[in-house]
């Protein structure tokens, strides 16, 4: 295995080149035209399948379903150029379909989370103005239930058995006039494409406009070094109303490979899905990385992984030695998609739990002050940005989007540093940070010290309020799979934390969790531990009382 990754350290160029090699290469102007692209090239070499239902397309398929779904969509005025049209579905063939059939008619598309409910959805009908929606025959109860603007019985197509009055999906080819579908209008570079609504930390999401440069861009930095691989498989396994599938979806087609789809995300099974396909790609979360060893680990065809969470230098490289491939960490949102990026030549000892590396492709990067000055090397500042292939702003929210894009940068709202030689570090979101003591505290370096220990799963720390210090730090808790709060007791907690962090970043307050509110981007949603009780130090372990409250 070690052999394999000095290999592919041979392959890749320095990132100086990669940049270079990267930025000269002619991309297409539109996700529909980059299709017809990849069918031309590519032909009848099998572009997906989706392994839970047996559907499979090849690339000169793939143009040409998508084609006839854009073309019965028109034709049966369901959607056209302009059209918001929302998209809630489970990951099935019908999504991915629908999507790249809307890029080619010049709508925008709406992806709406499975997992919302009838306030949720509603929310983002309205804002998003959506004016027809393509669901699954499971969630026409929520639709129901939506109080509010909606689209009309009419507009709602149905994957499935559809009711009467409603469209079926399935009618769509049978609707399509024969031949290649033109689209009625000239799709720009610059064409919204999509309206992507971001998890957000308080109150409803914001509706992030994104383009089809954006999506061209940025899937082709998630691949900017593993094209050089030789990559012929990946796998993905992230919802696709969640932006990261629809990006790893494009980045796949961008490699050119076969893209083995799962139903659903899954720590416990990727590992045994990216043996049964033998990927040699994909996009993976911390908790995959943290589940126990199998004698199972090394027996993988992967080359690399991208991650968008960090370990410590030491653990990055017991998993890397354990998985036998390059794992890479990469920042970026919604909005700028991929920023930063940590080369394949990185050494492990450059890695850490903030660790994010280098300008990626087409971004400008600096750490800025409250003012907007740039800071000296080494201070925190927020991180901003620029390039082409960022967000367009916050549809219908002009406040929000003065506020994000401010003289030409995208203001990030995360805390991070550049040291002197260019490489930069992120320090977690700039209200993610507890002020104790008029010391500032980063809420992810302190949780990453804790899921460094034997036994902890997972860590989230919030701020309590406190006349005597102004805030102090509560820690949130999820024990690994066989390890309860007697085996891993709070003084042992805190002698590893001790050991680890300064005395003033200690968590003063513990409490143990079967599980933490998450988003369908598996970041833990905070705002929800915070509002769940109006006492935070309710039934938690005080460090200073050495007692339970």
Known sequence: MADERANNLRLVPPPDEVRRLTEALSLPDS?????????????????????????????????????????????????????????????RVEWP?????????????????????????????????????????EHLPILAAVEGPRPDSARTIVVGAAPEGFAAWADLRAAAPAGPFAPPVEIAADRLATIQYTSGTTGFPKGVMLDHRYWLIGSQNAIAEARFLGIERTLLCHAFHYMAGQH????????????????RLSIRNWMVWAR?????????????????????????????????YGFTAERHDEIERRFGCHVRNVYGMTENMMALYVPIHAPTASLGPGAVGILAPYREV??????????????????????????????KNAEATATALRGGWMHSGDRGLREADGWHQFLG???????????????????????????????????????KRGEEVKA??????????????????????????????IPRFLTYREELPTTASDKVEKHKLVAETKDLRAGSYDRETDAWI
């Open 31 to 91: 996700i529909g035209d980059f299709i017809r692209e990849r069918a031309a090239a590519l032909g009848e070499k099998r572009a997906w399948h989706f392994f839970a239902d047996g559907d499979e397309i090849t690339y000169a398929g793939l143009d040409r379903e998508t084609d006839r779904i854009a073309a019965g969509l028109l034709e049966k005025g369901l959607a056209g150029p302009g059209d918001h049209v929302g998209i809630m579905l489970p990951n």
């Open 97 to 137: 379909l629908t999507w790249l059939a809307l890029m080619k008619l010049g709508a925008v598309v709406v992806p709406i989370n499975i997992g919302y409910t009838a306030r949720e959805v509603g929310y983002i009908l309205d804002n998003a103005d959506v004016s027809a929606v393509v669901l699954g025959e």
């Open 248 to 263: 790893f979806l494009l980045a796949g087609l961008h490699l050119g490979a076969e893209l083995a789809i799962a139903p």
């Open 276 to 308: 049964e396909h033998r990927a040699q790609f994909g996009l993976v979360t911390g908790p995959l990385l943290n589940q126990a060893p199998t004698p199972e680990d090394g027996e993988n065809e992967i080359k690399m992984l991208v991650l968008s």
């Open 366 to 395: 600096r750490i800025v002050d409250e003012k907007g000055e740039d800071v000296p090397d080494g201070a925190p500042g927020e991180i901003v940005s620029r390039g082409p292939g960022h967000t367009q702003g916050y549809y």
């Open 429 to 467: 979101r700039m209200k993610d940070v507890i002020r104790r003591s008029s010391e500032n505290i980063s809420a992810i370096e302190v949780e990453s010290v804790l899921v460094a220990m034997d036994g902890i799963e997972r860590a989230a720390c919030v701020a309590v309020p406190d006349d």
């Open 476 to 505: 949130y808790l999820v024990l690994k799979a066989g390890f309860t709060p007697e085996t891993v007791p709070p003084a042992t907690v805190l002698a590893h934390c001790e050991a680890n962090l300064a005395a003033f970043k």
